[in-house]
């Protein structure tokens, strides 16, 4: 498969994916708020959606090599951006989390900046190092500093279902570029431990592991959106019960137009819509390593690979909570949840993926076989 095609139909399941949101937004949201305002949650994703096009549209034309002349200083920048969400008056709490940012009357996530940022800076690295990949220092402490700082940042905002996806894109990265495996599963330990003592210290966190073993248990509690959620998917079955008849989006089941929304698709388009889904975000993302793959820029290769992590991860990671298969953490379906900071940054990361495949050199299309003689004479 050549890159031209590969990333055509990136942008198809792109496309695909960005309208169904558009839609499952405007079934949603309706019941989410009444007469006006209603209207005015999918006008504002509308909104939020051209903007994303037009950074994609300008980030795919751009140069993708033009960032890393300012490499340490989109790294200043993101990891800024996530020190903001603890200052007064600035950062903005919702649900005991410190996520956001206000300026003025413009709320935004500096964790969805943050994750481009922080693939950009590890594929920097490993491009300027190549020959130090597998070494200790330069190949996995330093890049895993500066991966890491963002990370814990993230972390300590409470914001773990994103630290979580963007942790598995990292390491990712640091997997492809040729960071050793041992010390790659080692750092994966820690984070667990970590991630293990950190829900051990709070009853919040462990009321939820406790409802999502047994979420009919904790079904008018902790367990409510997850119980909900199943019972959607269950009364949607094979085709759905229709575009805009489910009943569960009627204040039943919280965040249905944000991080739930998996769960309206599965009532309302069924097992069809929901696989649909599924698919459309593994083409999207086999077609984005394959664009990776297509590149001689070892900067360009890696960009690509975190990229593709940054959005496959986190939507494989909102599916496994609406399904109950892990604890609710509070994770958007890229290109379909209803926010705006996701959806723009997702845009324009498809845009750099597309930069990549029109500016990057491609690998030649026929190689040249030579022989080397004893003496060590190059023969043709």
């Not at 903001?84 to 989390?97: D, K, Q, R, S, T």
């Not at 996520?99 to 964790?111: A, C, E, H, I, T």
């Not at 094979?238 to 998996?262: C, Q, R, W, Y």
């Not at 990229?307 to 290109?335: C, D, E, Q, R, Y």
């Amino acid at each position: 498969m050549s890159s031209k095609l590969s990333i055509m139909i990136v942008w198809i399941c792109f496309i695909l994916l960005l309208a169904l949101g558009m839609v499952m937004v405007s079934s949603t949201s309706v019941c989410v708020e009444q007469g006006d305002e209603a209207y005015s949650l999918l006008s504002r994703q509308i909104e939020f959606g051209l903007l994303g096009f037009a950074a994609a549209v300008t980030l795919s034309i751009v140069d993708y090599r033009i960032f890393r002349k300012w490499i340490t200083w989109i790294w200043l920048f993101a990891v800024g951006l996530l020190i903001c969400c603890f200052l007064p008056g600035i950062g903005h709490e919702v649900n005991g989390e410190y996520r956001w940012v206000r300026l003025g009357g413009f709320q935004f996530q500096p964790s969805e900046c943050a994750k481009i940022c922080m693939v950009m800076t590890l594929a920097h690295w490993y491009a300027a190092y190549k020959e130090s990949a597998s070494t200790l220092l330069k190949g996995f402490i330093y890049p895993g500093v500066l991966f890491g700082v963002p990370l814990l940042l993230i972390f300590v905002e409470k914001d773990m279902g994103t630290a979580a996806a963007l942790a598995m894109a990292g390491f990712g990265v640091m997997y492809v570029a040729g960071s050793r495996s041992w010390l790659i599963l080692l750092a994966i330990g820690l984070g667990a431990l970590l991630l293990w003592l950190q829900t051990h210290s709070s009853p919040n966190r462990m009321i939820r592991i406790e409802a999502w073993k047994d979420p009919a248990l904790y079904s008018l509690h902790a367990g409510r959106q997850q119980w909900i959620s199943i019972l959607a998917l269950a009364r949607g079955g094979m085709t759905g019960v229709g575009l805009g008849d489910g009943i569960e989006k009627h204040g039943s089941l919280p965040f249905a137009h944000t991080d739930f929304i998996f769960a309206e698709i599965g009532e309302e388009l069924g097992i069809v819509g929901t696989l649909s889904v599924t698919i459309l975000f593994s083409v999207f993302a086999f077609c984005g390593i394959a664009v990776a793959l297509q590149t001689t820029d070892r900067f360009g290769r890696l960009l690509a690979v975190g990229i593709v992590a940054t959005i496959f991860w986190p939507a494989m990671l909102n599916i496994a909570v609406v399904t109950s298969l892990v604890p609710n953490s509070g994770l958007p379906l890229p290109l379909i949840s209803c926010g705006g900071t996701n959806l723009v940054f997702t845009m324009g990361a498809v845009g750099i993926l597309t930069s990549i495949q029109r500016h990057a050199i491609p690998p030649p299309e026929t190689y040249i076989i030579k022989r080397r003689h004893a003496d060590g004479r190059i023969l043709p």
